[in-house]
């Protein structure tokens, strides 16, 4: 369903994304990893439309999708988080995810003024889909604290929701494990999973955290230097010979 | 640290003396064609070493200070009170806000006539800090010039009478749509500016407005402004002592009364109120709607708000539209309150006064607005002796508020909730 093809992006002189390429397949877990600097959130930035990639494709369900405006390509169904958790901190948590459900609200002024019965009737239902996130992700005993004042990890299960109350057909996740405990990265690899079983959604996962991303990827992209290094299964990348040279270089 | 202390400490006395000793040390005196330099006396050079030496005690103890400071908010915001039940505090606060309304209605008639003129221009403030919240409480959108919206709602009204002999009732409309024209057309090269940037330029829009108003002789009258602004009518009747508009009738004698001046006094304070109400309730809805929440969301955080997405040139204008429609509301009923507006009265001095209006409220939020409004336009009137000190005052509370109280009086509370459990 997604397929980025000879991807580049470039910085003044800094050569950040060269040439990288993969596709994602309906109901896959494809993760990328790399060294730091490596390029793999500019890949993502590019895929989201935050930046318009100096060369390369991006096709979305068949079209392209370079150089959209990002607020199109997440109406598309490709949504995204962030290496550096971003919520609306001083919204509660019910606020954020129905922040996120513009799209599925009536939006119409007089309606709203109104509070006409279709009005309500997706107002309702964009609540009900906010509930049912919040008790998926486990937070709906603090539905309404202030989203700033969570702790790290329920901020991070937070921004997962927020992303799935869209119904995004893919979900981009910038390194969703990185500063969580043991206990829950485990909780963020069932939700991971489940999020492709029960959900039907393709998951593109940027992590460092290698038996996360060993255990749950159907296959893995290195690049190393923005330049495409390897792909394959997971099995097939924990042998590959330029793979562990990078990783032990960097070390 | 105690070192660090005192060197800062001398600095910011060293920096009071160059910035105060020019200019209050030095009297120019003209002496036919000629100007002289003269020392001030010895009064006022004391007064300003005097100066110096309390901003040089005060950084030297402003940690402790400061610390005290902190701990009186502390007291006062009952931050250890048990919070009361949501449903509650929700059921009260809504009995006690309709009580003060009712009570707003029926005051004026018991008031001095000054009185409830006062009270008209606070509702009028009220309307234009209410529709300002929208722009920088809600969306985060720093406005410099929302006093233009204001004057194009005022000179709409004033025109518009004045050259097709429209009432205040058709006016009010066509003042609100065209002050939001302009808020949409504004609002479209300013949609990539963010903070300074966007601030300055709508300093430059409000100036432009007042400038052109100035300017364009012809049409509005320029400096000498536009007189004779009817007033509003009710049903037809006309609240003057001899009836003006053809077809109206007049108030006194229509319920053979006598004619007071009061009558038309009270009667656009009713306006105002009423008007001021609506706005306050419309935007109260606003705020628990979709287009609401995607203006608080672009103000947290507008990459996050665009991967989500909101679309940002849509939520900005909305922003810019719905807050220059209010200042257009608030324009025409002090056009018709005055019955004369000329620039003067849309000076950057006014921009400013309902800035500090939000931001001593407290960002976003509705009660506060309303509190700082009668605050910010009573206190003034309260105080004139000692108007000529009213800015020096003014400065000096804003930095008060923003040491003791920086999120403002009363702080925007979240909206409550209730979320069923889903099976
Ligand atoms: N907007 C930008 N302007 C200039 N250079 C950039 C920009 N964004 C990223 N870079 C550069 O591109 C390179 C790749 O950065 P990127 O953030 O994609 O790395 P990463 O693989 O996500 O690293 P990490 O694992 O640390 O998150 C870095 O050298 C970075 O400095
Ligand atoms: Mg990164």
Redesign the pocket.
């Known amino acids: 369903m997604l397929e980025v093809q000879n991807l580049s ?1 470039r ?2 002189g ?1 050569l ?2 060269d040439q990288v390429s993969l596709d994602v397949q309906e109901r896959e877990i494809v993760s ?1 990893i ?12 590019c895929m989201s439309g935050f ?1 318009t990639p100096t060369g390369g494709k991006i096709l979305f369900e068949g079209s392209e999708v370079q150089g959209k405006p990002d607020y199109k390509i997440s109406r598309l169904g490709m949504v995204r988080t962030f ?1 550096h958790v971003r919520l609306f901190n001083q919204m509660t948590v019910v606020e954020n995810l129905l922040v996120a459900q513009h799209r599925h609200l009536n939006t119409n002024l007089v309606a709203g003024l109104l509070k006409t019965p279709n009005y309500r009737e997706r107002e309702q239902k964009s609540l009900d889909r906010a509930a049912y996130w919040l008790e998926r992700v486990g937070l709906m005993d603090l539905a309404n604290r202030e989203a700033g004042n969570l702790a790290y990890g329920q901020q991070r299960r937070l921004e997962i929701a927020r992303c799935m109350v869209t119904e995004p057909k893919l979900l981009m996740l ?2 969703p494990a990185a500063g969580l405990n043991p206990a829950e990265t485990k909780d963020l690899n069932q939700l991971i999973v489940s999020l492709k079983e029960d959900y039907c959604v393709s998951v593109v996962l ?1 992590e ?1 955290d290698m038996s996360l991303v060993m255990d749950i990827s159907d296959r893995i992209n290195v ?1 190393n230097q ?1 330049r495409p290094l390897a792909s394959g299964t997971p099995e097939e990348i924990r042998q590959n010979d330029d793979v562990i040279k990078a990783y032990l270089g960097e070390a | 640290m105690a070192a660090q202390n005192i060197k800062h400490a001398l600095f910011c006395a060293v920096i009071t003396l160059i910035i105060s000793y020019p200019i209050l040390g030095f009297n120019l005196e003209a002496q036919g064609i000629n100007v002289t330099i003269v020392g001030a006396n010895a009064t006022t050079i004391m007064g300003v070493f005097l100066a110096a030496l309390v901003v040089f005690v005060f950084q030297l103890f402003r940690d402790s200070i400061m610390g005290k400071l902190g701990n009186l908010s502390s007291l006062s915001s009952g931050t250890h009170k048990e919070p009361m039940a949501e449903n509650k505090r929700v059921k009260i606060e809504s009995w006690v806000l309709t009580g003060i309304v009712v009570l707003a209605l029926f005051w004026p008639f018991f008031m001095s006539r000054g009185a409830v003129d006062l009270a008209t221009l606070v509702l009028i403030y009220i309307m234009l800090a209410l529709g300002l919240n929208v722009v920088v409480g809600l969306a985060g959108l720093l406005d410099l010039g929302y006093v233009a919206f204001y004057a194009v709602g005022a000179y709409t009204f004033a025109l518009l009478s004045q050259y097709l002999g429209v009432s205040f009732w058709f006016a009010l409309p066509i003042g609100a749509l065209l002050a939001a024209t302009f808020g949409l057309v504004l609002g479209f090269p300013v949609l990539r500016l963010r903070g300074d940037y966007l601030a300055i330029v709508t300093l430059g829009f409000g100036e432009i407005i007042r400038i052109l108003l100035n300017n364009w002789t012809s049409l509005t009258g320029g400096p000498n402004g536009i007189g004779g602004i009817p007033d509003p009518t009710l049903f037809g009747m006309e609240f003057g002592r001899r009836v003006k508009g053809e077809g109206n009738t007049s108030f006194h004698e229509t319920f053979n009364i006598a004619y007071s001046g009061e009558h038309k006094v009270i009667f656009l304070y009713l306006i105002a109120l009423v008007l001021a109400v609506i706005t306050a309730l419309v935007i109260r809805r606003f705020m628990r709607m979709p287009v609401g929440r995607a203006w608080e969301a672009l103000r947290e955080d507008e990459i996050a708000a665009r991967s989500l997405g909101l679309s940002r040139t849509a939520v900005k204008l909305s922003a810019f539209t719905i807050g220059a429609f209010f200042a257009g509301f608030a324009g025409t009923v002090f056009a018709s309150k005055q019955g004369f507006i000329s620039p003067e009265s849309f000076v950057f001095l006014e921009s400013a006064i309902i800035l500090a209006i939000v931001v001593l409220g407290g960002m976003g939020s509705q009660i506060g607005v309303v509190l700082a409004a009668i605050a910010v336009t009573i206190l003034p009137e309260l105080a004139r002796e000692f108007s000529e000190y009213r800015m020096l005052i003014f400065g000096a509370a804003m930095v008060l508020m923003m040491v003791w109280r920086p999120q403002g009086l009363m702080p925007m509370r979240r909206i409550h909730i209730e979320l069923k459990k889903q099976e």
Not at chain 1, 34 to 45: I, L, M, R, S, Y
């Open positions: 992006m910085f003044g800094l950040a994304v990328i790399g060294p730091n600097g490596a390029g793999k959130t500019t890949v993502f930035n930046y290496q910038d390194e940027i460092h690049i923005g």
